[in-house]
């Protein structure tokens, strides 16, 4: 994984369609693309496909059996997009290598996860809204990362 510019990771997700919208953002941010397992889902390419559209092809998704196997095949910081954070995302400061780790659709992430994330970030949203979709907030998280990293 030496050389990759940003990571995406998709922690447990639930809904193949969400997959498919954040393998396409994965793509269009030049980010790789991680899924740790397991899914809420069966994983059949063609519904992933249904709204990924030929973007897999740029990001393939790496599929991790579990948490522990994708901390071991993956080393970066951790940056965890999460609405139970402090600091904003753009006041971060992104890094080349970043791994932007997102929750699961209903839950989130569990605690231990939430405490092992180097850095836990937040998207202000207007008063009264509770959260984002899932990969709507990575292609945001990834858009403010590429703008500091840099696109070269
Ligand atoms: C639908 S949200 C999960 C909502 C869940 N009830 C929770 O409290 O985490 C799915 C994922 O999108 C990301 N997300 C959504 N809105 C966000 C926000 N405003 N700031 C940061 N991350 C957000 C987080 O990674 C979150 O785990």
Known sequence: MAGVMLHLALFQP???ANVGAAIRAAACFG???????????????RD???????????????RHADWRAFREGV???IILMTTKAETAYHEHD???????LLGQE???VPE?????ADI???IPLAPGARSLNMAMAGAIGMAEARRQIGWG
């Open 31 to 45: 980010a790789e693309l991680h899924v740790i397992e397991p899914c809420g889902f069966p994983w059949k390419t």
């Open 48 to 62: 992933i496909e249904r709204v990924s559209l030929d973007y897999g092809a740029l990001a393939p998704p790496h």
């Open 94 to 100: 992104w890094q080349r290598g970043d791994i932007l």
């Open 120 to 122: 836990r970030l937040r």
């Open 106 to 108: 209903s839950a989130g």
């Open 14 to 16: 639930e809904i193949a």
């Open 112 to 116: 231990d996860i939430h405490n092992e």
């Open 75 to 77: 080393p970066g910081r």
